[in-house]
């Protein structure tokens, strides 16, 4: 078996958005130029990665603080991203759409959304509160007479291209000399608390420093490796649906029906999709389709909130995985208690394409810095789930 002399001062398990989005802030820094890093994907075409099965959605519409903050500053990075990723002057193209979020409520759900609106306003966020008849004048295609209000984002909420934003990340971050092994971490070697090798299926033993936990879907198995067993992160199935209609309906954003069904443009065809209710989200690793939620649960919605959806095909759709923190929904960010040198980067619940570059530059200051400089996320910690203080997303999509 090969065997890795030189130790890694940090490794990264996880090569998709996150993970790139990490390698690419250490490398940029000063500190970090000298220091060896490394991205372990075992997976290099991202046939089956988590980022480039998404849907691609960038919002700002949250209803906890950080993740508001974190959403505005991968926004502002986002605007940057051409200059900042541009490898040998060829700037990478991320397809961003900013067309904004538009979350719909019933006169049920009326009160949490001007919540959520107030505390997006008070926090800088440019959001936009419609009552139902400006939904109306503004949206002529939407049917409004069961809604009370809704939400719109004015700058930095849209979609992008998964994959280029994963690809621009990984290109510059090699750039600036990280190393990435196409390979699977198979073990973790811990002596009195801390991680001091990792163990690759095919290269053997790599003495590390410090090990990132950016492996998504599959973040409990490696955080059992450093003997951590209580990160509950599970592997959840979502389905992605294409389809056509035979009206044209313009200017759409990102809807949000109160249903919890979403859909978006994609060039003349429309995305859209929905959680399936608690119950039915068992764990899974598979990536079978099932049209039948399409046509019993997202189909009646869609032609209930626009009339012309009535009349729509079916085109090619997709599975991915969420990485899903079971407790409360957000990510799980730093290092763990127990192992200081594993840090995690966990469970973001289908937010972590749109919440990588936030928390990418996070996570280099806690390794390189020792503290958080630009974003405080301590509350995002693991330390809150023994505690039993729980950041609780409203805004789950």
Known sequence: MPVIADPFDILI???????????????????????????????????????????????????????????????????????????????????????????????????????????????????????????????????????????????????????????AFRAKARDQGVTFLDDRVVGLGVATGRVSFALLERLGPAPVGAVVNAAGPRARDVARMAGILDLPVESRKRFVYRFRCQEPVEGVPLTVDPSGVYFRPEGPEFLCGVSPPEAEDAETTDLEMDYGLFHDTIWPVLAHRVPAFQAIRLGFSWAGHYAVNTVDHNAILGPHPDVPNVYLANGFSGHGLQQSPAVGRALSELLLDGEYRTLDLSRMGFQRLAAGELLLERNVV
Do not use: M
Not at 21 to 39: K, M, N, P
Not at 98 to 126: K, S
Not at 143 to 165: H, K, M, V
């Open 13 to 167: 398990v996880g090569g998709g958005v996150v993970g790139c989005s990490t390698a690419y802030f250490l490398s940029a820094r000063e500190e970090g130029r000298d220091l060896r890093i490394a991205v372990v994907e075992e997976d290099s075409t991202y046939a089956r990665a988590s980022t480039t099965l998404s849907v691609g959605g960038i919002r700002q519409q949250f209803s906890t603080p950080e993740n508001i903050r974190i959403a505005q500053a991968s926004a502002d990075f986002l605007r940057q991203a051409p200059e900042l990723l541009a490898v040998d002057g060829e700037k990478p193209e991320l397809g961003f759409v900013e067309a904004g979020y538009l979350f719909l409520a019933t006169p049920e759900g009326g009160e949490i959304l001007r919540e959520n609106h107030r505390l997006q306003v008070e926090l800088g966020a440019r959001v936009c509160l419609l009552e139902a008849q400006e939904l109306g004048e503004r949206f002529p295609w939407l049917r409004t007479d069961d809604l009370a209000a809704g939400t719109l984002g004015l700058e930095g909420e849209g979609w992008l291209d998964p994959y280029s934003l994963l690809r």
